[in-house]
């Protein structure tokens, strides 16, 4: 089926299978490896994107469900091949090790500044609950957003 929707900033059109999985039309068709595929379950967050304006994981979202929409990938939050402010402070607060679910955190990190500005930690904590991280232990991420949010004001 055709469907039409809104992939950082560009309108596109396509065609797409009834059981094609965003997740696969990101990276396979659209060439958008940025966006992982950990579990493939639902469970840890690596293949996290926002779809008008709310964290999803792509390997759940069926690619009919887009049209529409309004997607965001990682790759449509740095521009000109700078890191966005979100990227910028996870490698600064040292919470970026082996990096494969850090584009699922800083999506799901949009997600909840868009909607919350100015989240407490226990805020933050929430709304990365579905991320999953083996290597950091997750406080220097939680220490990364809080810095953020307090340098942003
Ligand atoms: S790959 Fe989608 S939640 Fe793990
Ligand atoms: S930095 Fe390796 S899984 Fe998070």
Redesign the pocket.
Known sequence: MKIRFVLNGERMEMEVREDQRV?DLLREELELTGTK???????????TILVDGRAV????MLAPELDGREVLTIEGLSRNGELDVIQKALVDAGAVQCGFCTPGFVMSIKALLMKNPHPSRDEIYKALEGNLCRCTGYTKILDAVENLVHKEG
Do not use: I, P, R
């Open positions: 997740l595929e950990g579990c493939g379950e639902g469970e840890c967050g690596a293949c994981n792509s390997c759940l």
